[in-house]
């Protein structure tokens, strides 16, 4: 019997032990309240800088020292500027009113090219695209006063084999000098002054500023087949302003009906432009969220990709290479192919009524520990445009239709929002 109750207390006991350890176990699981942390300061607002690319055509590489140049929209100057060993620049455009800005790149052996930057000051951001520049294909020749010297390169934009060819006389320097000479992709040079014309024939033709006691002869390739005898005006571009300027030298298209000759008396980027009807429908456009992008403080960047395709179908002798450009190049430079764009997101000033002594907090609920975060909705848009071209005169008309799609990263809203701190408690 004595047995019998010595088991039953050992046996309650046990059970009482095995009973607190599992509520002890269940204890030991929760989570402890968490203290409170204080709510935060106001964030130091951030200026809205322009941070914008310089890239090499080929490979997105980063070019180096190029010079950008920044001009308000009615081409005022505004600054120029030097790219890093990233390829990058920098603007702080906080205290403009302006809502668009023209950026425009070239280095030394390249084209030159731009973008359009956009300042949306409701979302605190700047947005510009990168700029991509075209490596000149440089040929060169040595030049003496007594023999001259003759350079010549290949064009891809051109509708015959016939290369650009500079010829420079006897007694035409007084010194020796080396004859550099390229052609230069419609899309990477300044549009010209007539608006309804395109640039048929471009060349870099150096060294820029060399001046010849007799003219050099420069023979043109060019982008369609033209009647002998037509004549082109030749464009010199001004090198501080980059904009195109007569020359008051005509050039003449030869024989061959693919090419134009001038005599200059001094090196620039030269081109000759004609008449081109060009017309656009109305761009179907399309939105889609890419992400929704936060900060607390500060600012930070990130990449995005986009793509821009163009398509096209061609009737009569023109080069298709040179229509790309000019295409995409009515529109803004919109190079085909994939690509990224950098959007750089800054912390604006936290309005005063989200603040109460010095710190953060929420107006629509004062004792919720918390802090603010700035948020931005980025989105990528799509338009798809259809475009008729033609040029030319008969008989060697020209004429192309086709649709040219273009993204952009963009940001469509941007707020302030409240995230709550988690006081803990709960299983």
């Known amino acids: 019997m004595n047995k019998m109750k010595n088991f039953l207390v050992v046996f309650s006991f046990l059970v009482l032990l095995a009973g607190a350890m599992v509520f002890s176990g269940c204890e030991t699981s929760r989570v402890a309240p968490e203290v409170p942390r204080p709510n935060p300061p106001a964030p130091v607002a951030q200026p809205i800088v322009l941070n914008g690319f310089v890239k090499d055509l080929s490979n997105s590489s980063a070019i180096a020292g190029a010079t950008v140049k920044i001009t308000k929209a009615d081409n005022s100057a505004l600054t120029t500027l030097t790219t890093d060993n990233t390829g990058k620049y920098s603007f702080d455009v906080t205290n403009l009113t302006d809502v668009t800005l023209n950026i425009n790149a070239s280095k030394e052996g390249y084209g030159i090219s731009g973008k359009v930057a956009e300042i949306r000051k409701a979302n605190n951001i700047a947005i510009v695209a990168d700029i991509l520049l075209a490596k000149l294909q440089l040929a060169s020749a040595p030049v003496t006063p007594v023999a001259g010297g003759t350079a010549s390169q290949s064009n891809p934009q051109t509708v015959a084999t016939t290369p650009l060819t500079v010829t420079v006389p006897p007694n035409a320097v007084p010194s020796n000098i080396t004859l550099t000479v390229s052609p230069v992709p419609a899309a990477q040079l300044p549009k010209p002054p007539t608006a309804t014309n395109a640039i048929i024939s471009a ?47 005509v050039a003449t298209v030869d024989a061959s009906g693919t090419a134009a000759t001038a005599r200059l008396s001094s090196f620039s980027f030269n081109a000759l432009d004609a008449p081109m009807t060009f017309t656009v429908g109305t761009p179907t456009a399309t939105s889609a969220n890419v992400e929704s992008y936060s900060l607390a403080s500060g600012s930070a960047s990130k990449n995005y990709a986009y793509t821009n395709n163009l398509t096209k179908t061609v009737t009569g002798t023109v080069s298709g290479s040179w229509l790309d450009d000019q295409i ?78 273009e993204e952009k990263i963009l940001v469509g809203t941007s707020s302030w929002v409240w995230v709550a701190h988690n006081q803990g408690g709960g299983n």
């Open 328 to 405: 995409a190049g009515v529109q803004g430079n919109i190079t085909p192919g994939t690509f990224s764009q950098q959007l750089t997101f800054a912390v604006p000033a936290l309005p005063a009524e989200n603040l109460k002594d010095g710190v953060q907090f929420n107006p629509a609920n004062p004792g919720q520990a918390g802090n603010w975060v700035y948020q931005w909705n980025v989105i990528k848009t799509t338009n798809v445009r259809t475009w008729s071209a033609s040029g030319g005169t008969a008989p060697n008309n020209w004429s192309a239709n086709g649709s040219l799609t």
């Open 203 to 249: 060349a870099y033709l150096g060294p820029s500023g060399t001046v010849f006691t007799t003219p050099v002869t420069v023979s043109f390739p060019l982008a369609a087949r033209y009647a002998v005898g037509t004549t082109f005006p030749v464009m010199k571009l001004n090198a501080v302003t980059n904009v195109w300027a007569n020359s008051g030298v």
